[in-house]
């Protein structure tokens, strides 16, 4: 049972002992607590843990370049690694200027500006950000990832997966990209920059697998407004390709609401088990190269489904390891129905993370309680 799922996948240099990773996913909580956290994830059976957002410049949040920040990846990749997982460090560059996050700060201190305007302030800066960069700046920014991807696998990481949101999802955007350069215009110009940053930490580590996040607007509906849109895809797939991709992962582009990247169980649109596949399928018509799906996979028997039919490779998940983080164990054991089943509520996972009180899950809450209320039991009898 579930023999896909559990069967050893090889990308680029390195061979994950099953089909399950877990999703970039930044938490915001404490060190201990966040550590603990990915060391339940690694122990609950997942082949790879991908950690979210590692700054590709140097940063006045932790970044590799400082030996404390330096030290923190490592004690991350240590702890993945003793708990029997791979780690990946997900290079991400900004597409907000920090000027600008630096004048709404009083804002948010006071609590006139909320976390959901703040996003769309900064939203509104992204095209003028992006058409405005110099190409000094933009040769400073790839040579960056080249770097990071260095230091990032010093600090132990196995696998360097490429934000393709972000600064190079906007860049791929021909709605914030209104460049009239050779990083401008056509799809072709529009990818240039994702492929120098792949072709620069490829030059940088000649065998590293490097994972790229393919972020993919559509059209009718409308969703997404950095990334590529589907029908440019044929495009940007083989460029990256070429730049040195060993494999994709495959998921709606950001810069609208983060509920539509994030979907609820309540959401309009994408509110399915794997809700984004219908990307991975046009990507899978473009390469051979593996790809990951990531959307909405909870239960084992779609996701076995997914796997075992070739429509995908490898399966991304968040919110369900962040739910129960044994995932893996109980599908490989036959104890599904032990399972803790994401319920896709947002509340305490992304509602968490938008209160800047961490990221939990509503599973914590019920754990909690049901401990407090055998307590009550003990101390009345
Ligand atoms: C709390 C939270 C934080 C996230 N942080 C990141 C991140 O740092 N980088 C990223 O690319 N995606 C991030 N994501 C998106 C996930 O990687 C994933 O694409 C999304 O949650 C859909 O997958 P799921 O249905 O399995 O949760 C985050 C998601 C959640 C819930």
């Given at each position: 049972m579930y023999e896909t799922i559990n069967s ?10 099953n089909r ?280 084992p028997d779609?996701v076995e489904?997914?796997l075992k ?19 893996v164990?109980?599908t490989a054991?036959g104890?599904v ?45």
């Amino acid at each position: 049972m579930y023999e896909t799922i559990n069967s050893p996948f090889t990308i680029g240099s390195v061979t994950l002992k099953n089909r399950i990773i877990f999703a970039p996913t930044s938490m915001g909580l404490k060190e201990e607590e966040y550590l603990e956290k990915l060391g339940a994830i690694a122990r609950g059976g997942t082949a790879m843990i991908i950690i979210g957002d590692v700054p590709v410049l140097k940063s006045p949040f932790l970044s590799l370049y400082s030996r404390k920040g330096f030290l923190r990846y490592r004690r991350i990749t240590e702890t993945i690694h003793q708990n029997g997982a791979l780690a990946a460090a997900q290079l991400h560059m900004s597409d907000s200027q920090f000027s600008r996050l630096i004048k709404y700060l009083p804002g948010m201190i006071t609590g006139k500006i909320k976390p959901d305007e703040l996003r769309i302030l900064l939203n509104n800066t992204v095209s003028d950000y992006i058409t405005g960069l110099t190409d000094k700046r933009i040769s400073e920014i790839i040579r960056g990832f080249g770097k990071a991807a260095v230091l990032a696998k010093e600090a132990g990481f196995d696998v360097i997966q490429i934000h393709g949101d972000r600064m190079c999802g906007s860049f791929s955007s021909s709605i914030y990209n209104r460049r009239k350069d050779r990083y401008g215009g056509s799809p072709k110009n529009r990818a240039r920059f994702a492929c120098e940053a792949v072709a620069a930490v490829r030059r940088a580590l000649p065998d590293i697998t490097i994972d790229f996040k393919l972020a993919v607007r559509q059209e009718n509906p409308h969703y997404g407004n950095a990334g590529i849109l589907m029908e440019e895809l044929p495009v940007f797939v083989p460029l990256l390709e070429q730049a040195g991709v060993n494999s994709f992962h495959v998921t709606l582009a950001n810069h609208s609401d983060l509920s539509d990247t994030i979907p609820p169980a309540s959401h309009p649109y994408f509110h399915g088990e794997g809700c984004f596949l219908s990307y991975c399928d046009e990507v899978r018509r473009l390469t051979d190269l593996p790809v990951c799906g990531v959307g909405r996979l909870c239960s084992p028997d779609f996701v076995e489904e997914q796997l075992k039919s070739g429509r995908i490779q490898l399966a991304a998940m968040s919110r369900q390891l962040i739910a129960d983080p044994e995932w893996v164990k109980k599908t490989a054991s036959g104890s599904v129905s032990k399972l803790f089943k994401c319920t896709g509520c947002n509340r305490e996972c992304l509602g968490g993370m938008q209160a800047h009180k961490g990221v939990h899950c509503i599973r914590d809450h019920i754990q909690t309680k049901n401990k407090s209320l055998s307590h009550e039991r003990k101390v009345v009898s």
